[in-house]
């Protein structure tokens, strides 16, 4: 059987091993694209959304949702005690991010339920992507618009104006490093399967 083929569920990885590196890899992911700090790399968008999605859908224990939010605060606090970002984000509605990371943390929790190491999972990954971006959306975005007091008479007309400038790129930045998360573990998972079938090993 292939990393293709269709088969039971195989998520969350399976042994402690692969948790431990999948969780480093998706902490320094975080910090290589988050902000502007001593080790991010500005080119790239936020990996945010994505890592706490691949947390909900890669990694087994229920506290790697508040670890990954503690990184986020931290590396948000630690750039705005160098200079290196304003305090324009942190407001009040900073805080509305731990319910819309919750989202993103619930619907990897979710997908991992439905994926299956075959192609046919990619339109049940885009529709769980699309539904747990719009909620993370509403809850991040739409608590900043109307409780960050950054705007003098927020209303849902203003908020709406704004969601075709920015829900797309959020959406977008999100599908793409979760396509590749998975693209990189079906990979991985295929060269795996290979080696110990040349090993003579059952799989």
């Known amino acids: 059987m292939t990393s293709l083929s269709l088969s039971a569920s195989v998520l969350p990885l399976p042994s402690a091993r692969a948790q431990v590196i999948a969780g480093i890899a998706l902490a320094l992911l975080m910090i290589a694209t988050r902000g502007q700090h001593f080790a991010s790399v500005n080119a790239l968008p936020s990996a945010s959304w994505a890592v706490f999605f691949l947390a909900g859908a890669l990694l087994r224990p229920m506290w790697a949702l508040p670890a990954f939010f503690l990184l986020s ?4 606090f630690s750039s ?3 200079g290196t970002i304003t305090d ?3 407001s009040p509605a900073y805080w509305a991010l731990a319910f819309a990371y919750a989202a993103l ?3 990897g929790h979710v997908y991992r339920g439905l994926h299956r ?3 046919r999972t990619v339109p049940r990954l885009a529709l769980v992507l ?3 971006a719009s909620v993370a959306y509403l809850l991040s975005k739409g608590g900043f618009y109307f409780f960050s007091g950054r705007y003098p008479e927020p209303n849902l007309s203003g908020f709406l104006a704004r969601v075709p400038h920015y829900y797309p790129r959020a959406l977008g930045t999100l599908a793409g490093y979760v396509g590749a998360a998975f693209v990189l573990r079906a990979f991985i998972h295929g060269l795996s399967m290979r080696t110990t079938s040349r090993s003579g090993t059952p799989a």
């Open 73 to 76: 605060s931290l590396l948000d």
């Open 80 to 82: 705005l005690a160098s």
């Open 88 to 90: 324009w984000c942190l």
């Open 105 to 107: 943390w619930l619907g």
């Open 117 to 119: 190491d075959h192609w």
């Open 130 to 132: 699309a539904v747990t």
